[in-house]
């Protein structure tokens, strides 16, 4: 199979779907890698790293969407991409479709096989997301350290505190992937934390995992209301696989906050856990101030550390690629329940309920799809 690689066109996105390792795992198997000139570039991987690996290195992002039979990205495609579209490419990346009804309808009426990373699903694990939620995580802590800082516009504390003086509360509301980074870092950081899930399976793996260190709570509302009054900083990570956001936060209880304080709305990609999150922001403007509280709401987060990034997400993605590539995708579909759990459109139908659900589209499951797509 042709697989291409174009270079990622999202506010300040550096990463890329591809390593030099990876290039060399798929052209090994037999396939042809095509990379968008300078695609790895802000991940310090060069042109020739990727020729050397066995790729070829094509100049427009036009060749390489219109030669790949597969095209991998990391972020969704962009409306400048939508012209890309036709009937079979098959689209490898992360889609967050509920949140993106554009991008769905072009899909869809482009007949694009369209596979998300992030509803691939493993026993019950999301195993293409967990990389860049361990990473999103990570950073949602720091970075709500950085902007509580007064020079960022926040009320100026510090986490940790010093002898003699309170440390920084931070909640976190949703203890998966995401939330469980974000705590550890800001145990690590010294800070008084509170986890709330809904789960309570997931909370007292929580307290296995923390013990002492932080305080866990049943998610309700009351609960919720409570915690973000009494936050610095509040973290959102609330996900319900491929389905739109739960606003859980609402207006009134940021209104509750003191001004100063910061919000993280992580699940932003999947339309955001606060409803004083209106749009989403961007690296280069990251921020916006919102009843005196200060709203962060970057929907590719690990972008900012592609390096890192990169090679955790495509740690786990080529394996997939590989299958795919190898066996085609309609026996890849069938003879593997993770990757059919990936296939969000296929043959022009929508083939994920939630995303269906949320977005008005009639629900076909992958079988149906697949025998049309068989047939035509
Ligand atoms: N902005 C960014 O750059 C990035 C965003 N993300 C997003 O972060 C979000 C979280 O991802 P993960 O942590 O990997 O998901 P996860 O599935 O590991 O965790 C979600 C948690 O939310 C909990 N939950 C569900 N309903 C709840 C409720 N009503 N109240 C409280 N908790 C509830 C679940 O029990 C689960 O523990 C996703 O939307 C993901 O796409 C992930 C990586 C990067
Ligand atoms: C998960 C996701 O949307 C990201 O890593 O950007």
Redesign the pocket.
Known sequence: MIIGVPKEIKNNENRVAMTPAGVVNLSKAGHRVMIESNAGVGSNFTNEEYKVAGAEIIESASDVWEKAEMIMKVKEPLSPEYKYFRKGLILFTYL?LAAEPELTKALVENEVTAIAY?TVTVNNT?PL??P??E???RMASQIGAQFLEKFYGGKGILLSGVPGVNRGKVTV???????TNAAKIAVGLGADVTI????PT?LRQLEDIFGTSVQTLM?NPYNIAEAVKNSDLVIG?????GAK??K?VTEEMVKSMQPGSVVVD?????GGNFETVDHITTHDDPIYEKHGVLHYA?????GAVPRTSTIALTNVTIPYAAQIATKGVVKAINENPAIKSGVNVLNGRVTYEAVALDLGYEYATVEEAVVKLVIA
């Open positions: 967050h992030e999301l997301l967990s860049m939620s990473v999103a995580g509301i949703g203890g998966g992937m995401v939330g709330i899930d809904l789960n997931r998610s990570s609330v996900l319900i696989p956001a739960p859980l992580v699940a932003i990609d999947q970057v929907a590719n987060m690990p």
